[in-house]
């Protein structure tokens, strides 16, 4: 998880259009402080406002499939949202659409974006995760929510800062993970089979068994959906919680905090993890958030 994306063409666009030789992490982070000031919001921040600073004409709410998208009509700038998300799922994406209006042309060359999916923090795309990482800067602008975080945070923390900031879950972890102190990465688990199981079964499913010869699936384990901590060794997804780990109980149990291991990587953490389970299209998840502290950090 460590280090910064190599810039892609658009990106790399961004950076000449201002002249900028550092990561694009910070320029986004300051075009984002640049915008927050301009528009003197306070929180919980105002997204429509910012969108309208951005020449955005119109959000609207409706059913699609995408999380989002931002596209042209004539010489209106419009943002759809999925209608079926959540309030605090709709105001990050909202806040990611407003992003993508920061790198060059967008208007110039009428491009339209659609994004199935948002808040996934995927460091292989560049663009996304950049829109991502500023979608977080302006729902959780960084003073105010310096002011409110504790020096070691757990995720009972999160869950009450969400709610302050009316954020989702998963982008104020992520804003946690930027802000503290110490090293410390999210881990987003779901209960879900190894993907040679995943494998196995779509094969079973093609060649049925004989009749008394069938065999059940096997038991789902907690794996890892997606994980981020910029200075955190890297968690690699679909990984499995080790069995004797007090990790491995949190469903059963609705949550753990422990110094410890998990199995997802090597060494002790410092272990905050809660059941949150949530709908994800239409379907129920028993999603679990996991904070890891590196225990020797000093905050």
């Known amino acids: 998880m460590r280090g910064s994306p190599q810039p892609d063409r658009l990106v790399r666009r961004l950076l000449d259009q201002h002249q900028w030789s550092g990561a694009p992490e910070e320029l986004v982070v300051r075009l984002c402080e640049e915008l927050l000031e301009e528009a003197g919001v306070r929180v919980p921040v105002d997204v429509r406002m910012l969108a309208s600073f951005r020449g955005i004409s119109a959000i609207t709410a409706v059913d699609q499939v995408e999380a989002g998208c931002i596209f042209c009509a004539g010489e209106r700038l419009l943002v ?7 309030l605090e799922r709709q105001r990050f994406t909202i806040c990611h659409e407003i992003l993508h209006t920061f790198f060059p042309g967008f208007r110039e060359e009428l491009r339209t974006r659609t994004d199935t999916t948002v808040g996934n923090f995927d460091r292989s795309q560049l663009e996304e995760y950049l829109c991502d ?12 929510f310096l002011g ?87 968690i690699p997804k679909h990984k499995s919680v080790d069995d004797l780990s007090p990790l491995a109980d949190v469903l059963e149990r609705g949550g ?12 002790t953490f410092q272990v905050s993890a809660r059941h949150l389970p949530y709908h994800r299209e239409g379907e129920p998840v028993d999603r679990v958030l996991v904070l890891l502290r590196d225990p020797t950090g000093i905050a």
């Open 133 to 144: 990482l500023g979608a977080a800067e302006l729902l959780l602008p960084g003073e105010p």
């Open 80 to 86: 759809h949202i999925r209608g079926s998300d959540s």
């Open 256 to 267: 753990v905090d422990y110094r410890g291991a998990t199995g997802l990587t090597g060494g």
């Open 148 to 234: 409110a975080l504790p020096a070691q945070p757990r995720i009972d923390d999160v869950i009450e800062l969400a709610a302050v900031f009316a954020a989702s879950l998963e982008a104020t972890a992520v804003r946690v993970v930027n802000l503290t102190a110490v090293p410390m990465a999210l881990v987003v688990l779901e209960p879900a089979w190894k993907l040679t199981q995943q494998r196995e079964l779509a094969r079973q499913a093609t060649q049925p068994a004989l009749a008394g010869l069938e065999v059940g699936p096997p038991p789902k384990k907690l794996r890892v959906r997606w994980a981020y901590g910029p200075q955190m060794a890297t």
